[in-house]
């Protein structure tokens, strides 16, 4: 009975062990959450303002959570296969604002797709892309952005950005 028992349970702790390298290739492909990452994430949608204050988080952003894994569960959220975020899809979220003029946004420093489309910021756009060396698309289409375009995005033009 003893033997039994013994036998059974390694068969348990193997399938457990075969089960989590088998059955969970995601985690390879799309790369787990840095938690770096994370909090720059959570830092800038704290720092956000959106059109109705009394309905909240708007549905999208409400999945970025402290607990769950930013490049499986979050909307919007892109990333490479070592968890650096890469593409951010913020279109159409009801964003008036950012209370530090997006200083968190141009942290994520790896990003190399951004769509602010479809919001109403009714600032001046931010300077900071210069330091997004890698960002090749920019989508502020009806983003409700006023005043001069800074000369970073300037330089993204030139990279064929919209
Ligand atoms: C930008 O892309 C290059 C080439 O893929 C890479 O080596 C570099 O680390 C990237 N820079 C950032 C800040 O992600
Ligand atoms: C945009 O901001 C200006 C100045 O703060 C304000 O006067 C104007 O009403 C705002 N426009 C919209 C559409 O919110
Ligand atoms: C930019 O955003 C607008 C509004 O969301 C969308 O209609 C358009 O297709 C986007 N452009 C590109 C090049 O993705
Ligand atoms: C509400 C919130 O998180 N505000 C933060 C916005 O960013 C500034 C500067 O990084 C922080 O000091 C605030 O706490």
Redesign the pocket.
């Known amino acids: 009975m003893m033997r039994f028992n013994v036998m059974f349970s390694s068969c348990v702790i193997i399938y457990v062990l075969c089960f989590l390298l088998v059955c969970s290739p995601s985690w390879a492909v799309e790369g787990q959450c840095l938690d770096e990452q994370r909090h720059l994430l959570l830092?800038f949608k704290?720092?956000l303002s959106f059109y109705s204050s009394e309905s909240g988080v708007p549905e999208g952003l409400s999945t970025w959570d402290l607990n769950t894994d930013c490049c499986r569960s979050w909307e919007g959220v892109e990333c490479n296969q070592i968890g650096e975020v890469i593409g951010l899809d913020l279109s159409d979220n009801s964003i008036v604002g950012s209370?530090?003029g997006l200083?968190?946004l141009f942290q994520l420093s790896h990003l190399q797709r951004l769509d602010l489309s479809d919001n109403n910021f009714n600032s001046t756009i931010a300077s900071g892309f210069d330091r997004l060396p890698n960002l090749t698309h920019l989508n502020l289409s009806n983003s409700d952005f006023v005043g001069q375009i800074p000369i970073g995005i300037s330089r993204l033009e030139r990279q064929g950005a919209e």
């Open positions: 830092h704290h720092n209370a530090d200083a968190s």
